[in-house]
């Protein structure tokens, strides 16, 4: 790809969210980091928010579609419907979010060298694996737990070695870090524990 179609492709991407066609944001951004190149930090923002708000409305819909679908129990016949529907929604949230994690580990995360790059890479991992993981039940959620655990844990010991405690990158992995541990383990304490090292740390380098 020449360096004029990358250019519009990443104006196409802009012109999107301004539509907030995030579907079509995100089909541009995939395009330009398809071509192997290390993103810039304006491209990678749009590669993160492209899929943050494609990945986030399927997110929403299968939780309410969830909660219809638990109430639905025992009406016959619309338990079955809803489920499909239920499925549906499944589907393409796991596909958009194991699209995200073959960008990551195919192109950007080998491609990363500054550790804010790295960081930032290794928490998207982290986040995508954890939308996995609300959906997936099991064997299979087990596994996919250890994953985005892995990478959370990964980009942390980079971020306490290599940025300051009060870069938004490091501060935003913390939080997320926090909620997988909430959320995803029912850890309050191991959440809460995260949370205060993180507030200890900024207020000792302040």
Not at 43 to 51: G, K, M
Not at 61 to 71: D, G, H, L, M, N
Not at 153 to 171: C, G, V, Y
Request: aromatic share 8%; hydrophobic share 40%.
């Amino acid at each position: 790809m020449s360096e004029s179609s990358q250019k519009e492709l990443v104006q196409k991407a802009k012109l999107a969210e301004q539509a907030e066609r995030y579907d079509d944001m995100a089909a541009a951004m995939k395009s330009v980091t398809e071509e192997g190149e290390e993103l810039t930090n304006e491209e990678r923002n749009l590669l993160s928010v492209a899929y943050k708000n494609v990945v986030g409305a399927r997110r929403s819909s299968w939780r309410v579609v969830s909660s219809i679908e638990q109430k639905a129990e025992g009406v016959e016949g619309r338990q079955a419907k809803v489920k499909e529907y239920r499925e549906k929604i499944e589907k393409e949230l796991k596909d958009i979010c194991n699209d995200v994690l073959v960008l990551l580990d195919k192109f950007l995360i080998p491609k990363a060298e500054a550790a804010e790059s790295k960081v930032f890479y290794l928490k998207m991992k982290g986040d995508y694996y954890r939308y996995l993981a609300e959906v997936a039940v099991g064997d299979e959620k087990t596994g996919i737990i250890g994953d985005s655990q892995e990478a959370y844990k990964q980009a942390f010991e980079i971020s306490k070695a290599e940025m300051q405690p009060t870069h938004p990158i490091r501060l935003g992995l913390a939080l997320n870090f926090s909620v997988f541990y909430y959320e995803i383990l029912n850890s309050p304490e191991q959440a809460c524990k995260l949370a205060k090292q993180v507030m200890l740390h900024n207020v000792c380098s302040l």
